[in-house]
Structures are given as C-alpha cells and as structure tokens.
C-alpha cells in the first residue's frame, strides 16, 4: 500500500518556513519529505528560492523523516561531482533516509551560467552520465572520468553513507521514463498516469519505487483558493515544453494570461472538500504508485495540516 508524504516548496517559501513545514508535516502524519531544487521561483509571485542543500542540513536536525530532492538536475548548473558531494553529506546527516530525485532540469534553473540550453536528447544523455559519474563516487573511491560531457580527475569522496545514495530518475514522457527503467532506483511522476508506471515496470524498473506527487490549495473559500493558485502557481497549468524553454520568472508571467481561475477551477483541488483531496491522491494509488507527495499552496499550512491529519489522510489507501 502506498505512503504519503508532504512536498516542501522553496520556490514559495524561506529556509526557517521550510523547516517549520516539515515539522508540521510529521506531527500530522505524513511519513516522508520531498523538497524542490531551484534557483529561480517560477514566478516573482512565488516569491524564493533557498538553496535547497543548507535547508536539508536544517531538515535533519529538525525531524526524523526521510528527506529527497524533487528534482535535482546534476547536469548543467552544478557539476554531477559537486551534487554527489551534496547528496552524500544529506545521506551521512540523516542516517541513511536520503534519496537523490534527478531530472533533465529546466533552463529557468540552469542557463543562468550562459551556458546553452541543449535539447531533450542531449539533457537525457547528459543525466545518464551524470548519474554514472555520481554512482562510482558514492563508492567513496577515487574516482577519474573522461566522458562525452563530463571530466573529473582523481576525486573521491571521504564522507559518504553506508550504503550507496539511491538516485530516482524524474520522467514525463516516453524517453525520460525508459531512461528512468534502465538506470534509476526509481521512478518520479508528476501525473497518476497508469500507463507511464506500467512502462517503467515493464521495461526494467521491476518493484523499484514509483514515486509521484501534486499540489492542492485547502481553504474554506474555494474561491479565493482559486485565485491563490491563479496568482502563484499558474504555471502548472501551461502546455507543451514551455516550463523546459523560459529562461526566467517574467517570461513565464508572460504567459499567466493563457491560464484562467475557470481552468484552475475545474482542473485544480481548491478548498475544504474532503472527498476531492482525497480523490486526488487515490488517483495515484490506482495508478500503482508506492509514495505519494503533496504540497500546499498559499500561506494556510497550519490550516493544511490540520484539515489532513483529521480528515484526508485517515481515509487514504494504506493509511
């Protein structure tokens, strides 16, 4: 039966915010963490963007859950050894309950070095030798690599866990969830596509975890739930590939108008309806995940944890 788990935001909320969340988050139940990896929000409304690898140091002092990155890309921004070290280090500070989520990124995130922005192919190719590379360095011995996109030279890392970090390979679409089959310790989501989990299964993934997660609104005005989610995360709501190609925050404010409160209304969980959030996360269950995440949006979180730890997840598959 699946768990649930609460999805901390930086690209919404400050390093000490984060930590109270997380606190908040084990004393209603939720059993583990997933945290964002951003440099930029997707919005100004949002409004930060911590350094996600400080508030994990936080975290592990602060509760006892386990703790992954949703998602991390070690591919452009931060160089795969780097993010090995960081991974490592969260792993050793929490004794073991860390896992590296990994994806293709954004270029929100990482052109910010001028570098360019590669197309889907490529970013894919690079996650594979990222990971490759990140892999042998868990090993803590020395480690040499002279790659198609990566070089590291006689590196090695002396802090790392006893067990190798397990690394869950983030996937939208075809390419990205084979990749994920092949390679990853698991499977991350985002929709409680049924068909996406079966292709992972079948195409390697076995029982390796499947992982996924959304966002609700909980408020007692539906309405103005609505207009929260309208006016901070209406970026989930955009078509196609546009959340991998803007550049920066004003560029996808740019495009807030394609978005309307009626969309949001009619595809979004907003409100204090119980069966809605509950439906929302059954949905991913039937789907045939193992850990389900949820984040809040908007400023209500001790109003979020409460409506959850009395009313949602008592009636959850697995609860």
Not at 69 to 95: D, E, G, K, L, Y
Not at 178 to 202: C, N
Not at 241 to 249: F, H, R
């Amino acid at each position: 039966m699946p768990e649930y788990g609460y999805f901390l935001s930086c690209e919404e909320h400050g390093p000490a915010d984060l930590v109270e969340q997380a606190r908040m988050a084990e004393q209603a139940g939720f059993r583990s963490l997933w945290i964002s990896d951003h440099y930029h929000p997707w919005n100004d409304a949002q409004g930060e963007s911590p350094f996600v690898w400080s508030v994990i140091g936080a975290l592990s002092q602060a509760v006892s859950l386990p703790i992954e990155t949703a998602v991390t890309c070690p591919t452009v921004r931060i160089h795969p050894a780097v993010v090995a070290q960081a991974a490592a280090t969260s792993a050793v500070m929490t004794n073991g309950r860390f896992r590296l989520g990994v994806g293709s990124g954004e270029a929100l995130n990482e052109h910010i070095l001028g570098h360019t922005w590669p197309p889907a192919d490529v970013r894919l190719e690079m996650l594979e030798e990222a990971i490759h590379v990140m892999r042998r360095l868990f090993t803590g011995e020395e480690v040499t690599h002279h790659g198609t996109h990566y070089t590291v030279e006689n590196a090695r890392l002396y802090t790392v866990p006893d067990e190798p970090v397990p690394i869950d390979v983030s996937g939208f679409g075809p390419k990205a969830t084979e990749l994920a089959s092949r390679v990853g310790d698991g499977y991350i989501t985002m929709m409680p596509e049924a068909d996406m989990v079966r292709q992972f299964r079948e195409g390697g993934g076995g029982t390796k975890p499947v992982i996924g997660g959304t966002k609700v609104c909980y408020g007692t005005d539906r309405d103005e739930a609505v207009r929260t989610v309208h006016r901070m995360w209406f970026n989930e709501y955009l078509p196609g590939e546009m959340g991998q190609i803007l550049p920066s925050p004003r560029h996808f404010e740019q495009l807030q108008p394609l978005v309307t409160e009626e969309m949001i209304a009619e595809q979004g969980v907003c409100g204090d309806d119980v069966d809605e959030h509950v439906a929302a996360l059954t949905a991913f269950a039937d789907a045939g995940f193992d850990t389900i995440y949820v984040n809040q949006i908007g400023p209500d979180q001790r109003g979020f944890f409460d409506f959850y730890r009395t009313k949602v997840l008592p009636q959850l598959p697995g609860n």
